[in-house]
């Protein structure tokens, strides 16, 4: 299975700036998925991101608040901009499994953010 | 759209015992995938083990086992001969075919105790 770089593993950060998360994948992937869990949560997916295109939000998430970059096949960022309290959450990057439907998809380590 | 459920309050299992952890889901596709993952306390999500939804078989990996019960809808994970390394979050997730995105239950709550 792939084998996911994330960081930074933790920040604390001040209300009305913003952070940015990396995720390099150590093989090539189509899809790279961002996911928010918030304390004592499961984990929602912010967007799906694709090499090339605009990530796809999903409901609830929007650009300006969550924007991704996706510039190669290995790599991805997710910004968290303008925070506040409420964005205190861990942020997960994943990326599918080999062999279609079948080992999981693989996750990074995670990104503990609190926002004070 | 998908639903997965997972009911039951934090456990206290004692090491070397086995445990079952419930999830049930909603859907009306035929072909999907299941999975658990486990998250201890350092936030990863670690891969346990999964179960597609025409494998007759149900999915084991070593200590982990599901108990796939298809028409009722049912995908509980055991987990055998508790070890204390195994205090974390559990969660139960699916995949629709032809659909990449994961849905996950809220999660069940382990912790061995020796």
């Known amino acids: 299975s792939a084998v996911i770089s994330q960081k930074p593993s933790r920040d604390i950060c001040q209300r009305g700036t913003s952070l940015t998360i990396q995720c390099q994948v150590d093989?090539?992937?189509?899809?790279m998925f961002w996911y928010r869990q918030q304390p004592g949560q499961s984990l929602t997916l912010i967007a799906t991101?694709?090499?090339?295109?605009?990530?796809?939000?999903e409901s609830g998430f929007v650009i300006d608040k969550f924007p991704i970059s996706r510039p190669n096949l290995t790599f991805s960022t997710l910004t968290v901009s303008n925070m506040s309290p409420e964005d205190s959450s861990i942020y997960l990057c994943?990326?599918?499994?080999?062999?279609?439907?079948?080992?999981?998809?693989?996750f990074g380590s995670g990104t503990r953010l609190t926002v004070v | 759209a998908q639903k997965i459920t997972q009911t039951q309050p934090g456990m206290f299992v004692q090491e070397k015992e086995a445990v079952t952890l419930d999830c049930t889901y909603d859907t009306s596709d035929q072909s999907y995938g299941l999975f658990w993952y486990k998250q201890p306390s350092s936030g990863e999500m670690i891969f346990l083990i999964y179960?597609?939804?025409?494998?007759?078989q149900n999915a084991t990996e070593g200590r982990y086992s599901l108990n796939f019960q298809k028409a009722r809808k049912s995908a509980n994970l055991v987990i055998s001969a508790s070890q204390l390394g195994d205090s974390a979050m559990y969660f139960c997730a699916m995949r629709i075919y032809g659909n990449n995105r994961l849905a996950f239950g809220k999660g069940n709550q382990v912790v061995v105790i020796p």
């Open positions: 994943s990326v599918e499994g080999k062999g279609y439907l079948s080992y999981g998809y693989t």
């Open positions: 991101a694709n090499q090339g295109s605009e990530a796809t939000y």
């Open positions: 179960q597609g939804s025409y494998d007759e």
């Open positions: 093989s090539q992937v189509t899809m």
